[in-house]
């Protein structure tokens, strides 16, 4: 099938993102290396995949994160709201009748926001320490100026006194 531009798809058929543009239908899916990864780490060592079962699953991951990220954008433009976040997508899944997903991702996603938010305190903390290492610095720079325009033989020009 050709579109109006035409631009052919990867298996015939073209796409357009929310900008319009055009979009293959392998640009949609999630890398068939990271899928195949994924896929050897529930198998035993010895076992193989075959590049169709890694295809096969490739589609159906990619067309599950795509039905479940366009429900949850769907509710969110329901709400006015424009950024989809963690919650929305675990009470997607819930509404979808994923239930057993929802409670991994809610505790991975708390784990995750307790890790986010030491490792930003934790920035935090080293930039007050560079602020306060620079004030110091500062404070003893100024308190060489005023040694200097205060000590008798230090010539200073005409602006200070």
């Not at 298996?11 to 999630?30: I, P, R, V, Y």
């Not at 969110?76 to 976040?85: A, D, H, I, S």
């Not at 305190?121 to 007050?128: E, V």
């Amino acid at each position: 099938m050709v579109d109006n531009n035409n631009n052919i798809g990867a298996s015939g058929t073209a796409n357009h993102d929310e900008d319009g543009a055009m979009m293959k239908e392998h640009d949609q899916l999630l890398p068939i290396a990271n899928v195949g990864r994924i896929m050897k780490q529930i198998l035993p060592p010895n076992a193989k995949i075959s590049k169709e079962a890694k295809e096969t699953m490739q589609e159906c991951v990619s067309e599950f994160i795509s039905f479940v990220t366009s429900e949850a954008s769907e509710k969110c433009r329901k709400e006015r709201r424009k950024t989809v976040n963690g919650d929305d997508l675990c009470w997607t899944l819930g509404a979808l009748g994923f239930d057993e997903y929802t409670g991994p991702l809610r505790r991975y996603l708390h784990r995750y926001r307790e890790q986010e938010g030491e490792r930003l305190s934790s920035s935090a903390n080293n930039n007050n320490n560079e602020n306060n290492q620079d004030k110091d610095n500062n404070n003893t720079e100024d308190q060489q100026q005023r040694i200097l325009l205060n000590h008798p033989h230090t010539q200073r020009p005409n602006f200070y006194k």
